[in-house]
């Protein structure tokens, strides 16, 4: 018996000494290294930090696959069109981040997709503009040199002149300082691009091609590396690794519907108490109003100075106390929105796939059908409200808050004017059909702020929009100066209902609106003036019931 349990006890411990060296010799395998091309300047998928270092969605993604598959990444960051020609001629095993196409299917093998991205032809605001990429036939168009969008204008638009450039912010710059006609360009890397170098005149205008699907790219002779690559991507799909790494560079969206119930929740509890203060501030004026009404004239005139600081110093202090509050929610209401509408958008074409293999597909209790006509307007709907949230709070700080100190500038009125049309030109075609607008030839000029007073114009003429009682009722804008030239006279007119004589004198004050049952405010007269003021001008008005209402804004002129 003693001689069977020696026995066993060296052959157990065999087996530990042969498992050992099998995992010691495991351990000592060297891994695959993997030379990977990416491109250092297309955010936030892939693209070089502050100290020079790769990051971005794609790059974060590859190393999770190579850590998954056993893989060593030799990441190479530089131009997109040094990438591809380094794929092409055996630089580089793989391209992390290609858009696939079936010209390039050819001579490339593809791994499944890992992002879909959409293109977008982006314009300067004041230069030409185009509804279809048809259209710019005769344009110059600006595109990434050897980008996927290089290869669709090649193919399909020969006629266009095709402007190459080697980094998509280098095309956007080409375009914001005035050169060239459009830019053909991914549309989430222009937006974070266009925002971090401050490229305010640029616009997209449309979207020409579906969304392209962007996956890892190599050479026939690497066809193995793709499948590990699929492989690697299909396990951090389904382990949610994928998801944590989109949630990282582009912000979460499954739980957006969580978030907009609370924050609807918070929104709502916190307009109830500013109803309540506000009700409580109106029953205190009303109750002071009385007891003046019983004094002498003198007296009455204090009272009422006494209750205008009162109710400025309760405002200040409710928008000190609320605006910020309320921002946070509709901040993030308007970061998220665009977001899920471009998820949507993208999502789009397979559903349809799916509803063509499923009739009769529904999503949340609704058949997809009706989704698809309703969730643009829904989307809409929601835009419109977190943007009408916003303009009341600024609208409550600008009237409380003191003028900042500004950087004002030599403004031509005419084009200020211009600009506010432009942006109120729905609402004017549908309130009149008779409109018209007369500037001073002479372009006169004024020191000040010019989305300041943009913002004063675009008052005066929504206001007279909505005296307007039929569309045959006309509305006139006008620009000119007075006899001796020193003042500029900036007039809104209308042939609406008019005011009555009485309200004429208190248009500017704070809360006071003649459209209350309309959801007026009484704020936007209120802030008008006091820009106006800031700019030493005047803001006065002349009305007669049924006759209609003359707005007019003064300002000194420069020399």
Same mark, same amino acid.
């Given at each position: ?8 006890? $060296? ?23 993997? =030379? ?50 380094? &794929? &092409?001629?055996?630089? @580089?095993?793989? &391209?992390?981040?290609?858009? @696939? ?5 050819? =001579? ?12 977008? *032809? ?57 050169? =060239? ?10 937006? @974070? ?100 009404? %019983? %004094? ?10 006494? +209750? ?30 665009? +977001? ?49 949230? %916003?303009?009341?709070?600024?609208? *409550? ?21 211009? $600009? ?17 607008? =007369? ?7 004024? *020191?000040?702020?010019?989305? %300041? ?67 007026? $405010? ?38």
């Amino acid at each position: 018996m003693r001689t069977f349990i020696l026995w066993l006890m $060296t052959v157990l411990v065999s087996v530990s000494f042969a498992h050992a060296e099998t995992r010691t010799t495991l351990s000592n395998t060297p891994k695959r290294v993997v =030379h990977i091309a990416a491109d250092y300047n297309y955010p936030p998928y892939e693209f070089l930090d502050e100290e020079g270092q790769p990051a971005g969605y794609t790059v974060e993604l590859t190393y999770a696959i190579a850590e998954t598959m056993g893989l060593d990444i030799d990441l190479t960051m530089t131009d997109w069109q040094s990438a591809y020609t380094g &794929l &092409l001629d055996g630089t @580089y095993d793989v &391209l992390q981040n290609i858009a @696939y196409s079936e010209e390039r299917a050819k =001579h490339i093998f593809f791994s499944s997709p890992h992002s879909i991205v959409s293109q977008s *032809l982006f314009a300067r605001k004041d230069g030409p503009h185009v509804d279809d990429i048809s259209e710019v036939s005769g344009y110059e168009v600006i595109v990434q040199n050897a980008s996927i969008m290089h290869e669709y204008l090649k193919q399909n638009f020969p006629e266009i002149t095709i402007i190459p450039a080697p980094t998509h912010s280098a095309a956007l710059r080409l375009l914001a300082s005035g050169k =060239h006609d459009f830019a053909l360009t991914a549309n989430s890397p222009s937006l @974070y691009l266009s925002q971090e170098m401050g490229l305010s005149n640029l616009e997209p205008i449309a979207r020409p091609v579906a969304g392209q699907r962007l996956s890892y790219g190599a050479l026939p002779v690497n066809e193995d590396l793709m499948a590990l690559f699929s492989e690697g991507l299909a396990i951090l799909k389904n382990t949610g690794r994928q998801q944590e790494i989109y949630n990282k560079w582009f912000g979460t969206l499954d739980q957006s519907k969580t978030q907009w119930k609370k924050l609807g929740q918070y929104a709502f509890y916190t307009i109830l108490a500013l109803l309540f203060i506000l009700g409580g501030i109106m029953v205190w004026n009303s109750m002071l109003r009385k007891e003046v009404e %019983r %004094r002498s004239e003198q007296i009455k005139a204090q009272q009422e100075q006494l +209750i205008q600081a009162d109710k400025m110093a309760s405002l200040g202090v409710l928008v000190s106390g609320v605006a910020h509050e309320i921002n946070n929610p509709t901040g993030l209401l308007m970061l998220n929105l665009p +977001i899920l509408r471009s998820a949507w958008e993208d999502a789009l074409p397979y559903l349809d796939e799916v509803e063509q293999e499923h009739a009769g597909l529904s999503l949340g209790g609704l058949s997809y059908q009706r989704l698809k006509a309703e969730i643009p307007y829904l989307l809409d709907e929601m835009q419109h409200s977190t943007d009408r949230i %916003r303009n009341i709070v600024n609208d *409550l700080k600008d009237f409380a808050r003191e003028q900042p100190d500004e950087i004002w500038q030599e403004v031509n009125i005419n084009q200020v004017v211009e $600009t506010a049309v432009r942006l109120v030109d729905k609402s004017l075609r549908n309130a009149t059909e008779d409109f018209t607008l =007369h500037l001073d030839p002479r372009n006169p000029k004024i *020191l000040g702020n010019p989305q %300041r007073l943009e913002q004063v114009i675009i008052n005066l003429v929504l206001n007279a929009c909505d005296a307007l009682e039929n569309k045959t009722q006309a509305l006139t804008i006008s620009t000119s100066l007075n006899p001796d030239q020193s003042e500029l006279l900036l007039a809104v007119e209308d042939q609406g209902c008019g005011i009555d004589q009485q309200a004429l004198p208190r248009l500017t004050d704070p809360f006071f609106t003649t459209k209350r049952e309309t959801g007026g $405010t009484g704020l936007g007269l209120s802030v008008s003036a006091g820009i106006v003021k800031a700019h030493k001008g005047r803001l006065s008005f002349e009305s007669s019931v049924g006759k209609g209402t003359v707005a007019i804004a003064s300002f000194p002129v420069l020399p």
